[in-house]
């Protein structure tokens, strides 16, 4: 009688199927970690959650439209739509609204996911795929999924790449950016659009959690190391690539809901990150 093949084999033996899946939480992971150090360093934390909330409306409204109104619209549009323009309202100044910006924030993650609840409960043949979008249960991706995830991957990280020096020096030394003469206006707005495009597109395919957890625990793990700053992108940029895979690997093998596992993941990397710093300084105490 021939034995079972073991979890691992069945794995090799089936890759192809989960190679897409694996694939899009590595581009995702990298580059919303890569991101995570702006998120982190600007105190846009919550901007992330309550981007990615209004990713999960954007799906939801995209079922709602071709379940009632009778038109289709693509799922991945309705999210980076929804992400999109929350990113542009959280660029808009709230003292103009008499608003605190922890109030506007609150405000759009608590009306998004609320949202996101009432449209589902109008769409339930799509239910199961507006809680995978909000909690993330992407145990396969599409290969249109993928191919969304990459091509905004990849131009989102060519033009960070191409304009770094702009956009760290406009976002963490405003002044002096301006006093050298940079548009930091644009900056800034290359800045929340990128934001704005890769938690819509990765909230489609991912879910709104790990998505979340990705743009922060990232750079929270990095900063942990007291590195220099382009030290920081690429330790957060791989933090979010080990979150997303190995959560993805996690959750396979010992059976447990994916997003769960991704943010799980990213979590533990702060855990160790912050094991790591303090071993470092009881070092060199001890050198000392």
């Known amino acids: 009688m021939l034995a079972e093949p073991s979890q691992w084999q069945q794995f090799v033996e089936g890759f192809e199927l989960f190679r897409d899946p694996l694939l899009c939480a590595l581009l995702a992971g990298g580059v919303l970690g890569f991101l995570s150090v702006y ?10 959650a309550a981007v990615a909330q209004s990713a999960g409306l954007g799906v939801a409204l995209a079922f709602y439209a071709g379940i009632h109104l009778g038109f289709e619209v693509e799922p991945v549009i309705g999210a980076t739509a929804l992400a999109l323009l929350a ?29 996101a ?26 290969p ?25 020096f406009a976002s963490f030394d405003r002044i002096g950016a301006l006093v050298q003469g940079l548009p930091v206006r644009l900056l800034d707005g290359v800045l929340m659009v990128s934001i704005g495009v890769m938690v819509g597109v990765c909230a489609r395919a991912l879910g709104a959690l790990p998505v979340f957890a990705f743009s922060t625990l990232s750079a929270i793990a990095a900063l942990m190391l007291d590195l220099r700053l382009p030290w920081t992108f690429v330790v957060a940029t791989l933090a979010g690539i ?46 000392g």
């Open 39 to 48: 998120v982190v360093l600007r105190r846009m934390v919550f901007v992330s």
């Open 87 to 115: 990113t542009m309202l959280l660029m808009m100044d709230p003292t103009r609204l008499r608003l605190t910006r922890e109030s506007l924030l609150g405000m759009a993650y608590a009306l998004s996911g609320g949202a």
């Open 117 to 142: 609840i009432l449209v589902g409960d109008r769409i339930a043949q799509e239910s199961h795929d507006i809680q995978g979008i909000l909690f993330g249960t992407a145990v396969l991706v599409t």
């Open 144 to 168: 249109e999924q993928l191919r969304t995830v990459a091509v905004a991957g990849i131009a989102v990280m060519a033009l960070h790449l191409w304009w770094y020096r702009g956009i760290t």
């Open 242 to 287: 080990v979150s997303g895979v190995g959560g993805y690997m996690f959750a396979y093998f010992f059976d447990f809901p994916v997003g769960g596992s991704q943010t799980v993941v990213a979590a533990l990397l702060v855990g160790v990150a912050m094991g790591a710093r303090a071993l470092i300084q009881l070092v060199l105490r001890r050198a």
